[in-house]
């Protein structure tokens, strides 16, 4: 981290200076991990239309949490991506096994789990209200560790990027076709959604339950209306992410707004706009 305070000391704004302000600079280096991570994962949640699986997962981690401090544990975000991991197992079982469309299964799923999750929390008339944080979300109170761990799946994603990004593309257009060429589809999907499962419950705590899912769309949707081939549509939606993360922590900085809120606002901008350029 010594490094990173550093280069951010380079930067011409008051908190970049050495020795103070050390939430707002692990704050911007979150951000710098966060964002591909959602560019990434964004371009196959939109191609494979789960669009609204993160806000499930969302839910699922909710509940894992609250499972995690029944039980007494010094850290139930640790439960809670246990829960999410097992949570989207299931839903990809199910969603094979099944004649249901995703969005029904989703929306099961998602069901369950904020039922589950209030029923935990208020149980023998416990308060919800320690909960309300994760709505919102605060990214300024993120911890060095965190980030750390970050960094490591943004390099497997990267990773399971360069060697199985054409089998993932072909499980999500046609599975049967993969099936056929030999794919494992179902274990393709798995690990997809277990990555997405990992990465939206270690974020939730700092971006909020409220808006995740925005993170996991608006980033490739804005990009496929801008993009002409792969390539750029990888490119369009990770720089965009970036792009609106970094100018929403900032405004949330200066303004003193939800910094969850401010990217959302700056990535319905960012699809505005290609709305524009797509027209023309």
């Not at 239309?49 to 029944?70: K, Q, V, Y």
């Not at 993969?178 to 499962?197: C, T």
Request: a positive charge; charged letters at 10%; proline letters at 2%.
């Amino acid at each position: 981290m010594a490094l990173w305070y550093s280069l951010v000391a380079l930067l011409p704004f008051e908190w970049a200076q050495p020795g103070h302000l050390f939430f707002m600079k692990n704050a911007l280096l979150a951000v710098l991990v966060i964002a591909p991570l959602f560019g990434l994962l964004s371009t196959m949640v939109v191609q494979s239309r789960m669009s609204f699986f993160s806000d499930a997962l969302g839910h699922s981690a909710f509940t894992g949490i609250a499972i995690g401090s029944l039980c007494g544990l010094g850290e139930p975000m640790w439960a809670a991506v246990a829960f999410a991991l097992v949570f989207s197992l299931l839903f990809t079982l199910i969603r094979r096994k099944s004649a249901l469309a995703s969005d029904t299964v989703i929306g099961v799923f998602s069901s369950t789990a904020v039922a589950l999750g209030i029923f935990i929390a208020t149980l023998g008339g416990g308060s919800f209200t320690k909960f309300n944080a994760l709505l919102i979300g605060d990214i300024l109170s993120v911890e060095p560790a965190k980030i750390a761990l970050l960094a490591g799946i943004l390099a497997v994603i990267l990773v399971l990027w360069v060697c199985a990004y054409n089998t993932l593309l072909l499980s999500a257009l046609h599975p049967a076709l993969a099936d056929s060429r030999g794919v494992k589809v179902f274990w393709q999907e798995a690990v997809l959604n277990a990555a997405i499962a990992v990465v939206v419950t270690l974020s939730m705590t700092w971006v909020g339950l409220l808006v995740i899912n925005s993170l996991l769309v608006l980033p490739a949707a804005s990009a496929r209306n801008l993009a002409r081939n792969t390539r750029q549509y990888h490119l369009f939606s990770v720089a965009g992410a970036l792009l609106c993360s970094v100018a929403g922590l900032m405004t949330s900085y200066y303004i003193g707004a939800s910094a969850g809120a401010a990217i959302t606002l700056y990535l319905a901008v960012y699809f505005a706009l290609s709305m524009i350029f797509r027209r023309k």
